[in-house]
């Protein structure tokens, strides 16, 4: 009997191990989308990004550029960025000399982990991603890969990593790490300067040993990636580090999609967009509140969103599948900016009203409704249209938009001239009446031309058309005459810019609906939606963030739906601005 009942219990442990070992993620993409994605992240929606480090001591860059590639910026002798480091340093010596000065601006004398906690608490947030190490190498623990190149023996003195997590979780909150692959300033392998394919050396014995090392001490939920563009995903061993993290974390973790060329696992992160049409895969937009990440003092305050911009653009990637990683940029001393603080918790205070809508919610078959918009300028000069973050007018939406552009050229002699096009989406030039370059393609140098001759003062009539899609924005015009070097096209233009304002969005929940309102509810006025579907004649309908009871509402059989506010007080209407949502009880559609 006891030899029975030991051969049983030898056999249920066999097969439990076999069980262990086969739900173990494998070094393969096909495992690692097989084992999927948590679902808390797709709940979560809102998660705050903190990009702190030696970079934010001078805190500056162009007015569109990214705060912490300051080390690059000196790679690159950029003008701008050596004159800040004058302050610092003596910038006839070489970079990581440079560099190595800022350690003794870095205080964070007036850090407290458990405020930024709170703060980020309040602002709604469900997880933190900080920046562990970016691209200069720094790391904001102690890491045994860099002895003398970290925030404990160095700096502030102090373990970000480590008190910053705690605190994070204290709160209740998610804790993720941001983690750059390569480094610029690593004698292994110095990014963007080195051969990429010369970078086995510094992957296997750096770059895995230290990301195991960080994973293993910390066990963060989110890992998200960086830098991988210059290389593959198995010049990265991206497929076996990723494996590693699930099984040592658990079936909380969750990676992003930034491994290297080929990687083909991990949430998506559109950078500065109006997200991405991607309900199958995780996604969440990563995104500052102005347009740079680590700390810019060189930023306009038109560069930052306003609180109306932020919380509708939420809505919107909400409202589309996704979710942000909403970006704060601390000062050197630890503390941040007033007008980020104000950002968040403005943030926070229409979610606690609103949260229901958001939270766990999914797209509806319509996830938003917009109106068409127009606006026309002049301006004189070279048709060089560059944007890369926000939108070229505040209005504007970040994608999906069309420019169109016309001027008279005047040809300065005879010759032959040859015009060329350069964008990157869909650009169309027309030179008197007749197409004559058509353009859909990346940034290339050999782009071809369209050659006219024209008299000494001829005009040329120029019209051209440009259609973005996604996440950058640039269309040029040049000219070259008889063979000479190709110049920007310069005269006086007049352009008009139209996009697709949004007027409402939605989103599903249970048996919920709900109706996101851009514009104010006029009491005196019932709201008017076309095109909606037939509601449940037991629905109710409410207002959140008001007791006033249930709104009155009526239908038609074409699905236009009338909605009466003359009951809400103009207060509330005031205090729920800038989008007002509507929960929709008794969802689904019926007769």
Request: hydrophobic letters at 35%; a negative charge; proline letters at 5%.
């Amino acid at each position: 009997m006891k030899r029975n009942i030991c051969v049983l219990l030898w056999i249920m442990m066999m097969v439990t191990t076999g069980f262990a070992q086969e739900t173990k993620v494998q070094p393969t993409w096909e495992s690692l989308n097989e084992r999927g994605y948590p679902q808390w992240f797709s709940d979560a929606k809102l998660g705050i990004f903190v990009h702190w480090g030696l970079y934010s001591v001078p805190a500056y860059a162009s007015k569109e550029g990214y705060g912490e590639w300051f080390y690059r910026g000196l790679m690159m002798k950029d003008s701008g960025r050596l004159a800040a480091m004058s302050y610092y340093a003596d910038t006839t010596k070489p970079v990581f000399e440079q560099y190595s000065e800022l350690t003794k601006y870095w205080h964070a004398e007036l850090w407290n982990p458990d405020e930024w906690a709170q703060l980020f608490k309040d602002a709604g947030a469900k997880y933190v991603l900080l920046v562990t190490k970016h691209h200069d190498g720094y790391c904001l623990w102690d890491s045994p890969q860099q002895p003398q190149w970290n925030s404990v023996v160095s700096g502030p003195h102090r373990n970000i990593v480590e008190d910053l997590t705690k605190a994070v979780r204290k709160s209740g909150l998610r804790m993720g790490f941001y983690y750059s692959l390569p480094e610029w300033s690593n004698p292994r392998h110095i990014w963007m300067e080195d051969p990429d394919n010369e970078i086995s050396d510094y992957v296997d014995n750096y770059m895995i040993p230290q990301f195991k090392e960080l994973v293993d001490r910390y066990k963060p939920d989110v890992i998200f990636s960086d830098g991988d563009w210059n290389n593959s995903a198995e010049q990265f061993r991206s497929q076996e580090i990723i494996s590693w993290y699930y099984n040592t974390v658990g079936p909380d973790a969750i990676v992003n999609n930034r491994w290297g060329n080929g990687t083909k696992h991990g949430f998506l992160t559109p950078e500065y967009s109006a997200g991405i049409a991607n309900t199958k895969i995780p996604w969440a937009e990563c995104r500052g509140i102005g347009r740079s990440f680590g700390l810019n003092r060189n930023e306009d305050l038109s560069n930052y969103l306003t609180d109306d911009q932020l919380i509708q653009h939420f809505v919107e990637l909400v409202a589309h599948g996704g979710g942000m990683t909403l970006n704060v940029g601390p000062n050197a001393d630890g503390t941040i900016p007033f007008i980020q603080q104000e950002r968040l918790l403005n943030l926070g205070k229409w979610l606690k009203i609103n949260g229901n809508a958001i939270y766990g919610s999914k797209p509806y078959t319509i996830p938003c409704q917009r109106v068409e918009s127009i606006t026309t300028h002049s301006f004189s000069g070279p048709l060089q249209f560059d944007w890369v973050r926000n939108a070229p007018l505040k209005d504007m939406p970040v994608d999906n938009f069309d420019i169109d552009w016309s001027g008279t050229f005047k040809a300065p002699s005879e010759g032959v001239y040859r015009f060329k096009a350069v964008a990157n989406d869909e650009m169309t030039v027309v030179g008197d009446g007749d197409t004559i370059l058509y353009y859909n393609s990346a940034w290339a140098e050999n782009t071809p031309w369209y050659e006219v001759h024209l008299a000494k003062d001829q005009n040329y009539q120029l019209d051209v058309s440009y259609h973005e899609k996604d996440l950058e924005a640039t269309a040029a015009l040049y000219v070259s005459v008889d063979g000479g070097e190709f110049q920007p096209v310069s005269t006086t233009w007049t352009s008009a810019m139209s996009w697709q304002t949004t007027t409402r969005c939605f989103t599903t929940k249970g048996n919920n609906l709900y109706i996101f309102e851009f514009e104010y509810p006029d009491p005196e006025n019932p709201l008017v939606i076309y095109d909606m579907p037939i509601l449940n004649r037991n629905a109710g309908m409410r207002l959140l963030g008001t007791f006033q009871g249930e709104l009155k509402w009526k239908q038609d059989r074409k699905g236009r739906l009338t909605i009466d506010f003359s009951k809400v007080s103009a207060s509330d209407l005031h205090n729920l601005a800038p989008v007002w949502v509507i929960e929709v009880g008794g969802f689904p559609t019926g007769e």
